[in-house]
Nanobody, 121 residues
Framework: QAQLVESGGGSVQSGGSLRLSCEASGNTYIRNCMGWGRQVAGQKREGLATIDKDGTVTYADSVKGRFTISRDSAKNTLYLQMNSLKSTDTAMYYC???????????????WGQGTQVTVSS
């Protein structure tokens, strides 16, 4: 089991930045691979980034160069730094954990409740 709680969402103007946080608890092994995804209502959830226990990261092309995933294992917290935000980044953002294959597009077993990000042009 893993419990994931996101925070840090909000409204920002195009070109701005936000940092999302995800506090994680539960089974340590499940948290070896963690990631972020987002979903617009009525659309399929999109995987954005993953990070494994050694710090290896992967990104979706849509966010590469603008978003940075990181983790603080001592604080059991996952981060997503989002820069140069665009209106097309508007979505609900979710933290995820628990995958055997730590790369963007993988299936995660656990998801948080999400935090809304709205980017106005």
């Amino acid at each position: 089991q893993a419990q994931l709680v996101e925070s840090g969402g909000g409204s920002v103007q195009s070109g701005g930045s936000l940092r999302l946080s995800c506090e994680a608890s539960g089974n340590t092994y499940i948290r070896n691979c963690m990631g972020w995804g987002r979903q617009v209502a009525g659309q399929k959830r999109e995987g954005l980034a993953t990070i494994d226990k050694d710090g290896t990261v992967t990104y979706a092309d849509s966010v590469k160069g603008r978003f940075t995933i990181s983790r603080d294992s001592a604080k059991n917290t996952l981060y997503l730094q989002m820069n140069s935000l665009k209106s097309t980044d508007t979505a609900m953002y979710y933290c995820a954990a628990g995958s055997w294959r730590c790369t963007v597009g993988t299936e995660f077993g656990y998801w948080g409740q999400g935090t809304q990000v709205t980017v106005s042009s």
